[in-house]
């Protein structure tokens, strides 16, 4: 899952989890993981090129542990698509990508009510206006994913299903087997 800051990233990324039965992987979180620090504080006391480097260690970590024939579904945090040697290394494991697109406003608006509500810090917020031009600068970039799932009036899991369908993308064995088990139980007990 890729795209802006409040694209809905990793919410899309966890219901497009569950409805296929895969693990779900916040590129973010295995950043913190791995660094022992939350993304703010790496930003505040590192710098943004720290970051970066920390995200494309842990991106090629999670890569890695694509190839050991697990499904998983994993969200990057919105700056990292733009890194090229991300895109490179992303677009070289054969994993497809998904693009977010929503307009630039609503993620204005959505970063900001994050922000208020549920104290959502996210260090490359800013002004109305440098969040404008980074989006602007990021969107060509966005646009090289292998699909684009455009987001507006659409709930998260219409999303999400609409990405699986898209993809063709089917809930997983073992977990569609487990279900029939249980449903067998059920009936056998009624
Ligand atoms: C960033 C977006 C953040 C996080 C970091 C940098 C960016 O993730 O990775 O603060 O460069 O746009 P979200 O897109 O989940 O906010």
Request: net charge positive; proline share 3%.
């Amino acid at each position: 899952m890729i795209g802006f800051m409040g694209a809905g990233k990793s919410s899309v990324g966890q219901a497009l989890g569950e409805l296929l039965g895969w693990p779900f992987e916040d590129l973010d979180a295995r950043i913190e993981l791995r660094e022992g620090r939350k993304v703010p504080e790496i930003f505040r006391d590192s710098g943004e090129a720290a970051f970066r480097w920390a995200e494309q260690a842990a991106l090629r970590e999670l890569l890695g542990e694509f190839g050991d024939g697990t499904r998983r579904i994993l969200a990057l945090g919105g700056g990292a698509f733009a890194q090229r040697q991300n895109a490179r290394l992303i677009a070289g494991s054969g994993v497809p990508s998904v693009f977010l697109d929503a307009d630039v406003m609503e993620l204005w608006q959505r970063c900001v009510e994050q922000a208020e509500q549920d104290g959502i810090e996210r260090p490359l917020l800013g002004s109305l206006e440098n969040f404008r031009k980074l989006y602007a600068a990021r969107r060509p970039h966005y646009l090289k994913a292998s699909f684009r799932q455009p987001t507006g009036g659409k709930t998260v899991k219409q999303i999400a299903a609409e990405v699986a369908q898209a993809l063709g993308l089917k809930r997983s064995r073992t977990k569609r087997r487990k279900e029939k088990r249980r449903e067998k139980r059920r009936g056998e007990k009624r």
